[in-house]
């Protein structure tokens, strides 16, 4: 599955293209090359800032969703630990295999430790809300653009590799709630819905 930055490329491209010739109409309408070249530049740093916000918005989603995931196995590995824990300290049957079901799901939580990495996804998504106050301060402007991309690749250094399917539903979730052009949707069908948390599915 192609990464979701990428499909939209053709829609940002058409888009941006759509804007300028719009600002450049109405400039030209007002009458002067200054008017035009400064009102194309404004539409032009306000189509990346949304395009930032954007992207944002579908990384903050996806971070969201890993999170709850990471957390439910958390509690459910915990919850079993203890209920099979409990079974274990009793005379009843399979007292063994429980005691042994038990020391298996402490040990994939201890190992695996989906709290922590649940709250790691939390922090990237404290830092993302930081990025796009930033950018809304001063939207509009090249420079505010400049430093929130920075800051996007500097935490997309430090962010676990990503769950490919996952964040196509995620994208999807932003292109639905910002209300942007579907067409480059790409659907994660329903049999495969129980494995985007699981498997990266590299290369699709």
Not at 34 to 61: C, L, P
Not at 84 to 92: F, P, Q
Request: proline share 3%; net charge neutral; glycine share 4%.
């Amino acid at each position: 599955m192609r990464n979701p930055a990428e499909k939209a490329a053709t829609w940002r491209q058409a888009e941006g293209h759509r804007r300028l010739m719009a600002a450049a109409s109405a400039a030209g309408a007002e009458g002067g090359e200054a008017s035009k070249a400064s009102e194309a530049g404004k539409v032009m740093a306000d189509s990346r800032a949304d395009d930032t916000e954007f992207n944002i918005a579908v990384d903050v989603i996806y971070n969201r969703n890993r999170s709850a995931w990471l957390l439910w196995c958390h509690r459910a590995l915990m919850f079993a630990t203890i209920m099979l824990g409990s079974v274990a300290a009793t005379d009843l049957a399979n007292a063994k295999v429980c005691a042994v079901l038990a020391a298996a799901c402490a040990a994939f939580d201890l190992v695996f430790d989906p709290a922590t990495t649940a709250a790691a996804h939390r922090e990237i998504i404290r830092q993302l809300h930081e990025i796009v106050a930033a950018l809304r301060r001063d939207k509009g402007s090249e420079a505010a653009a400049d430093t929130a991309d920075k800051a996007l690749m500097n935490l997309s250094a430090t962010e676990p590799a990503p769950y490919n399917m996952l964040r196509a539903l995620a994208y999807k979730e932003a292109v639905k709630a910002l209300g942007r052009d579907p067409v480059h949707c790409e659907d994660v069908p329903l049999y495969l819905r129980p494995f985007v948390n699981v498997l990266r599915f590299e290369g699709r």
